[in-house]
């Protein structure tokens, strides 16, 4: 027997040669280049948002930094035994289904979710589950890598609102509030994006996380540092908003604002994280003795029909992706879908104008005597979407969410949004989509028909139509409304 074909005995007496050691790192490197090929746009389009948004800038350092906590892992992995596990498909196939969904309604969180379970998925099909669960936090570690969390931002933006001006009264500030609003003597205070502390709250989870992983042993204590992880910056970002504003306050505007702001804000972001590593230090237990094999020598299992579906899977996903993604379902813009008959000269005293991202056409005109103003948007899917969390139904800059309310026309619930302007100004505001004749008032059903028609091959562009109108003209609002849905039924 040639020494390229000699036997290497394991600590079990069984016996892997090097014909199997090399068939398992083949087939390792092909499922992550076929991983790679098949999520490409959802990895490249990961990485422009770890670029472009603060909150996700940590995302850069999950994948290096879980496959560090795998190299440190590297002697009680290899003791175990390596042997492919059918059981990663049951989530490597809904995984693939779902990145498919994500292509054909162009939902990002679909497509970033699918792509970044599929990685720890596929390492465990090819390690097995013995070995993964050696590794089971790194593995999960991995998902820190989905961007998201944004979505929280409404509600932070509430809670550091709620928090501050509940602190101010406590210290006999006085102040009144509207929507995010907080007007105090010395001038006006908008509790923005910015001031929700999702940055703080995202990395504060992913760092805590990491810090239980590493330092705390007992689950009861990991367990109890994560909660306090998601916990404690909410917190702390109350007392921030509280802290800026007594400033303000105390110092007749001449500090707390601005550059100012920024400074406190970054200054308190890393007063947060170290408050955060002390907490874990005092809950630090002691670390149990370890016993890494004296001597490592793995046993490779492959189970070669497995590997091959799999990757057979990946081709009939890819397939089925590149169709969708290179039919045609755009349709052909109507002008008479939009805004029929409206008067289209600038009248009322209306303000307002929607944030909407990329729309093949768009108008706006009032109706009903000026008292209505209308948006309306066609969107063909081409390079644009319908539904997205990207289109604001008013610029936060200038209005603020003071609650929400129902309004029912012809058989239809709407969500009416009152929002304030910095001057005051209060709107009604509500937004529906238009789909084939269909109507729907909330995203998820509209996005979920959309993704429906485009898997049935059939074209799933649309209107986003958004009405607005002063308070004391609500029903106005309800009449127009009414005559824009009977108008668009054929």
Known sequence: MSNSEALETNGNGRNTSPRESKTFFLSGLALILFWIVFCWQGITSAIQIWYGNEIFNHGFFII?????????KRKTLLASPIKTAPLALVIIVPALLLYVIGIAGDVQLFLHTATFVLLPAMIWLILGTSAAKTILFPLTFMLFSIPVGEQLIPYLQEIAADGSVAL??????????????????????????????????????VIGSLYAYLNLNSVKRKVSFVVISLIFPV????????????????????????????????????????????????????????????????KFQI????????????????????????????????????????????????????????????????????RVKVYSAWFSEQDNELVSDLHRNFDPERFSLEGTEILNVSGNTFTVFNVVSLRGEKLKIVRWYEIDEH????????????????????????????????????????????????????
């Open 64 to 72: 290096p930094g879980s496959l560090y906590l795998i190299y440190l």
């Open 168 to 205: 101010l009264r406590l210290t006999g500030v006085p102040l009144f509030r509207s929507g995010l609003y907080i007007d105090i003597p010395q001038g006006r205070f908008l509790v923005a994006e910015a001031c929700s502390g999702v940055s703080f709250f995202i990395a504060s989870f």
């Open 235 to 298: 917190l702390a970002n109350i007392v921030r908003v509280y802290g800026i504003i007594l400033i303000a306050y105390w110092t007749d505007m001449e500090h707390a604002a601005g550059a100012d702001h920024l400074i406190y804000g970054w200054f308190f972001f890393a007063f947060v994280i170290v408050c955060l590593l002390g907490i874990g230090e005092l809950m630090r237990d002691a670390a149990p003795l370890e016993n890494p094999p004296a001597t490592v020598n793995p």
């Open 303 to 370: 189970h070669r029909l497995t590997v091959a579906f799999t990757l057979v899977l990946f081709v009939a996903f890819g397939a089925w992706k590149t169709n969708i993604a290179n039919a045609n379902h755009s349709a052909v813009i109507t002008s008479s879908a939009l805004l029929n008959d409206i008067e289209k000269h600038t009248c009322g005293t209306i303000s307002w104008t929607p944030l909407i991202i990329n729309p093949d056409d768009e108008r706006e005109g009032f109706i009903n005597d000026c």
């Open 439 to 490: 109507l729907f008032t909330s995203k998820i059903p509209a996005k979920v028909f959309q993704v429906r028609r485009v898997l049935l091959g059939k074209e799933s562009g649309g209107n986003l139509w958004i009405l607005a109108t002063l308070s004391q003209d609500a029903e106005q609002l309800r009449e127009s409304i009414a005559s824009i849905t009977s108008k668009n039924k054929k």
